[in-house]
């Protein structure tokens, strides 16, 4: 999609570190980590929130979480991790395409603010 930051980095457009990469999704480093270890997941194609997600795109994003634990072994995460998603306005999602933050690495604190 035009204009979306994350299709553009997931199109190569804009560059960004990417830890793993495969022909559904994309995994690469948030700009502004949180935490030691602080990755964005991504479908490669353009879903705007779980919000927007369809019946069609239930296999992909099963896939995507399929794939976490894969990508947390990649990053090393062996004493555990947190997934995370902000959908809409209440939930501060701040890019408008679909994304789960993958933090670890320091012990997190709950309940987040
Ligand atoms: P949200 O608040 O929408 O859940 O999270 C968006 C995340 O994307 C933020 O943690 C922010 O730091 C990250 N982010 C926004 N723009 C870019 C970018 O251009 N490159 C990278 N690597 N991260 C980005
Ligand atoms: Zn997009």
Redesign the pocket.
Same mark, same amino acid.
């Given at each position: 999609?035009a204009d *979306? /930051?994350? *299709? +553009?980095i $997931?199109n190569k457009e804009i560059p960004s570190n990417i830890a793993y990469e495969d022909e559904k999704i994309v995994c690469f480093h948030d700009m502004e980590p949180q935490a030691p270890a602080h990755v964005l997941i /991504?479908p490669k194609k !353009? /879903? $705007?929130s779980l919000d927007d997600m369809t019946e069609e795109d239930k296999e992909l994003l099963g896939y995507l979480m399929f794939k976490v634990q894969d990508i947390a072994a990649l990053l090393g995460l062996k004493n555990g991790y947190r997934l995370v998603n902000n959908c809409g306005e209440d939930g501060m999602q701040t890019v +408008? !395409?679909v994304h789960f933050h993958l933090l670890g690495k320091r012990k997190l604190t709950w309940p987040p603010g």
């Amino acid at each position: 999609m035009a204009d *979306c /930051i994350f *299709c +553009k980095i $997931a199109n190569k457009e804009i560059p960004s570190n990417i830890a793993y990469e495969d022909e559904k999704i994309v995994c690469f480093h948030d700009m502004e980590p949180q935490a030691p270890a602080h990755v964005l997941i /991504i479908p490669k194609k !353009h /879903i $705007a929130s779980l919000d927007d997600m369809t019946e069609e795109d239930k296999e992909l994003l099963g896939y995507l979480m399929f794939k976490v634990q894969d990508i947390a072994a990649l990053l090393g995460l062996k004493n555990g991790y947190r997934l995370v998603n902000n959908c809409g306005e209440d939930g501060m999602q701040t890019v +408008k !395409h679909v994304h789960f933050h993958l933090l670890g690495k320091r012990k997190l604190t709950w309940p987040p603010g």
